[in-house]
Structures are given as structure tokens and as C-alpha cells.
């Protein structure tokens, strides 16, 4: 059993000026995962169409929101050469780990979503299922050990930089049945400039015409009336603090910061003459905003929770309203940006 991180550099969360806590923790696994092996340009890799769903479970309650990079949750599409794809372990507990064990004999660290109500170093320790998977990256899987990176960990877990053990049996238990992010890292199948377009091509898409009531540009003027019908609800609390306003400043705000990012210190816009290089700025000074005013957004909700008002209630209505304008002009120099990268 070794002491160091194999595949952790000494700053996972400095990366790129992304902090993890501005991302979902699958992409954050990924994304660090990715770095250790030498590529140096995560945000392009990862960036994605900019989005907004409200998910509901098959009885119409609200799941989760979600943006760009869950839309793809279950068959990502990513850029410069990486490429990802869930895999099942298996369900026998004696073989839970085949999978892990698998991908970690190929030189890198595993992303994996375990069931966490038996692992004890974990905040969802006995916590009731939340109706979505929590990720974090395992290093290496000893006998009785395994390494692991995991952000969300109790107080008592003895993690140190999000970095620290977890019996193997335990990880073996969670692991039957559950996901597998099989990841590579190849070599660019597309020049740049065309995977930029089809980003902005598919986020000023999915905005404009998206393809459910409650996402895109109408799920954002939805939204206040998703958050009145949990009013009656007996655990609208943590409902609104874990399925409203921490994916708000995470999946969907992240989203958009990663793409602003690509979008503010890209050089294919500025060598396409001084309109496209404003077209690109635009696009980025807008795209930020609006990650701006999710954040906000997140912390009226947070605030909604602790405690319900109208007044509250009104105040989450005019910060998506905010959203929903910053958003629609994005998505009209977005097309304008694309139309200029053909």
C-alpha cells in the first residue's frame, strides 16, 4: 500500500482557475483525473453546451436541475480527444471491484458512484438515497485499503485535502451494482475551431428549442413556479437546499463558468479578424454573468429554505428572471459567433 496519491498532482482544485465546488463532482473527478496524465487543456476537453433542466421522477417531482454537462450525464461528449462512458459492475459483491481494478491497471484513477450509506468516511453516511450519484475518484484498491479523493467526507473521516483511506470492504459493498467512468485520453479527431462551433451551435439549440416544457430558456421562466409547488412539501427544506440550490451553483453555474472561460482566453475567435475576437468576448462577459446570477440565484433559494416568505419567493422569481435575459443574449451572439466559425 503506498502512502502518495498516484494520480494527483499536489493542487487538484487549482487547476485552471476551476474550483471544484463550481463544478459536478463527476466532471471534477474527471477533470483532475485527466490532468495527472499530462493534458494541459481540461477546460476545452470538458467545456460543453450551456443548458437548464428541471428533472422530475416518473410521478412528476422534482429530482434534480441540471445544465450542459449532465445533459450528457449518460453519454457525454467531450472535446480534444477524451472520450467517457459509464460502465456497471458487477452485482456480485465477490466481483464489485473487477471493474476498478480494471481501470486502474491501465495507469489512471477511477471515477466510480458507489452506494455512500455504508461507507463511514462519507457525508451520505446512512444519509437516505438523494435521487442522484454522488462521484469520487479511487486511486488504488489494496486488500484492505483502498485510496480515495472524495470531496464531500464528514469531519471525523481523517480526509486531508479531500485525500484519504476507506476500508476496501466497504468501497466493495458500495461498489455492486454501481457506475464506472471508463475514461481515455487520444488524440484530437477535429480541428478546434469546428468543436467550438458545434459547443455554441448546440447551446444556442438547446436554449432556444429545447426539447421538454421546463428546460432551456422556459425551464428559467418556469423555474419560480417549481419552487411555489414545494411550498406544502413536508421536506421542502432539504429539497430546495439539495435539489435547487446546490445544483444551481454547481451543475448549471459551472457549466457556464467552464464555457466562459473557453470562450474569454480562446485564440481562434482573435485570428478570425477584430469582429469575431468581440463576438467572443461578448459571448464570455455574458456567459460569466449569468454564472454570476445562478450563484445568486442559488443563495435566495438557500435563503428560501431557511426560511419560506413570498417576499423570498419573489425575490428567486426576479434573479431567474435575470438569468433568463443574460441567457438569451448570450444565445444570440452565440449564434452569431458560430455563424462566423463555419
Not at 449518460?74 to 472535446?79: E, G, L, N, S
Not at 488524440?187 to 429545447?210: I, K, N
Amino acid at each position: 500500500m503506498t502512502t502518495a496519491f498516484p494520480y494527483l498532482g499536489t493542487g487538484p482544485d487549482a487547476i485552471e482557475s476551476l474550483p471544484h465546488t463550481r463544478i459536478s463532482c463527476w466532471v471534477h473527478c474527471l477533470r483532475d483525473a485527466l490532468y495527472a496524465t499530462g493534458l494541459r487543456e481540461t477546460a476545452r476537453a470538458l467545456a460543453q453546451p450551456v443548458d437548464f433542466v428541471v428533472e422530475r421522477t416518473a410521478e412528476g417531482e422534482l429530482l434534480t436541475l441540471y445544465g450542459g454537462l449532465d445533459a450528457g450525464y449518460h453519454h457525454p461528449r467531450f472535446q480534444r480527444g477524451v472520450s467517457a462512458h459509464w460502465e456497471t459492475s458487477p452485482h456480485q459483491e465477490e466481483q464489485a471491484l473487477d471493474l476498478v481494478h480494471r481501470e486502474l491497471a491501465r495507469g489512471h484513477a477511477v471515477p466510480v458512484s458507489p452506494d455512500l450509506r455504508g461507507m463511514r468516511h462519507s457525508e451520505f453516511y446512512r444519509v437516505p438515497y438523494a435521487g442522484y450519484p454522488h462521484t469520487f475518484l479511487v486511486h488504488e484498491a489494496g486488500p484492505r485499503t483502498s485510496l480515495a479523493a472524495d470531496r464531500n467526507t464528514r469531519a471525523s473521516s481523517g480526509f486531508t485535502d479531500n485525500r484519504g483511506t476507506v476500508p476496501t470492504d466497504e468501497l466493495r459493498r458500495g461498489m455492486a451494482g454501481a457506475p464506472v467512468l471508463v475514461w481515455d485520453a487520444g488524440q484530437p479527431e477535429a480541428e478546434w475551431a469546428d468543436e467550438l462551433h458545434r459547443l455554441l451551435e448546440c447551446s444556442v439549440r438547446r436554449m432556444t428549442e429545447p426539447d421538454l416544457p421546463e428546460a432551456g430558456l422556459a425551464g428559467l421562466l418556469a423555474l419560480p413556479g417549481v419552487l411555489e409547488e414545494l411550498e406544502p412539501h413536508p421536506g421542502r427544506a432539504r429539497l430546495l437546499q439539495m435539489r435547487v440550490a446546490g445544483p444551481l451553483q454547481r451543475q448549471v453555474a459551472g457549466d457556464r463558468l467552464l464555457l466562459a472561460r473557453v470562450l474569454a482566453e480562446d485564440t481562434t475567435a482573435r485570428e478570425r479578424g477584430p469582429r469575431t475576437a468581440a463576438a467572443a468576448a461578448e459571448c464570455a462577459e455574458l456567459t460569466r454573468a449569468s454564472c454570476d446570477a445562478l450563484v445568486d440565484l442559488a443563495r435566495a433559494v438557500f435563503l428560501l429554505s431557511r426560511s419560506w416568505s413570498a417576499e423570498t419567493l419573489r425575490m428567486c422569481g426576479r434573479r431567474a428572471e435575470r438569468v433568463h435575459e443574460l441567457d438569451a443574449r448570450a444565445a444570440g451572439r452565440m449564434a452569431d459567433l458560430a455563424g462566423s466559425l463555419r
